[in-house]
């Protein structure tokens, strides 16, 4: 079945540094979504990317999505304490309907 | 309300005891996802509902759990016979159709003692 990995599992950052988080997909996908679960809270839509090579920016966030559409990448620069939680990535596969999760990306800020 | 509303937001049971878990999703939403997540852990899938199509219920870890969704709308999760590792929060959430967005609820928390 259709596998959704994301690397690193846990990411300790220091305050103001930039990191990545990456998402790889067994199979191809038709659109790849990104999620942030804040301590506590429940998963909340992000992103969603559908084009091959697309590149999105939420402010300090840029969201990629592969050339093959089988992974995606987070990038966060400057990071702040607000950015302190989970990060899903989840894709649908080509012609398929189900969207698959990761196992998420844990993220710590160090003040 | 506008979003995905679930029941009980906590529930603490005995071992043995069934427990149903109850989902609202968001009116017109066709599509509708079961999950678990135990502290500190990832999203584990346990069911997928989509219109009239028969549910996708490759995610369920045993005969104990089953779901049903009734009239297209609201969901329940049964877990029977609960076992202490059934402790975790149980995620329900909805989509306008299957590749969208999905939106969550806030959870129910079962605590198995």
Same mark, same amino acid.
């Given at each position: ?33 990104? @999620?942030?679960?804040?301590? #506590? ?11 091959? $090579? ?12 592969? *050339? ?8 966060? %620069? +400057?990071?702040?304490?607000?950015? /302190?939680?989970?990060?899903?990535? +989840?894709?649908?596969?080509? +012609? ?16 | #309300?506008? #979003? ?15 427990? *149903? ?9 066709? +599509?509708? @996802? ?9 999203? *584990? ?5 989509? $219109? ?25 999760? %049964? ?33 198995? /003692?």
């Amino acid at each position: 079945g259709q596998q959704v990995m994301q690397i690193p599992q846990y990411q300790h950052v220091q305050e103001g540094e930039d990191f990545t988080t990456y998402c790889n997909s067994s199979t191809t996908l038709s659109n790849i979504q990104w @999620y942030k679960q804040r301590p #506590g809270g429940h998963p909340v839509f992000l992103i969603q990317l559908v084009k091959s $090579g697309e590149v999105k920016k939420q402010k300090r966030l840029t969201f990629q999505f592969g *050339e093959a559409k089988k992974n995606s990448s987070l990038h966060i %620069t +400057a990071t702040q304490t607000t950015d /302190v939680g989970t990060y899903f990535c +989840a894709g649908i596969k080509a +012609a398929g309907n189900k969207l698959t999760f990761g196992g998420g990306t844990r993220v710590l800020v160090k003040p | #309300g506008a #979003g995905v509303s679930q029941s009980p937001s906590n529930k603490v049971t005995e071992k043995g005891k069934d427990v *149903e878990l109850r989902c609202d999703p968001i009116s017109g939403h066709t +599509a509708l @996802y079961w999950y678990r997540q135990s502290l500190g852990q990832g999203l *584990e899938f346990l069911i997928y509902f989509q $219109g009239n199509s028969a549910p996708d219920k490759s995610g369920l870890p045993s005969d104990r759990f089953s779901a049903e969704r009734t009239g297209g709308s609201v969901s329940t999760l %049964t877990i029977q016979r609960t076992q202490q590792e059934d402790s975790a929060v149980y995620l329900c959430a909805s989509s306008i159709s299957s590749g969208n967005t999905i939106y969550f609820g806030e959870g129910s928390w079962l605590t198995v /003692v």
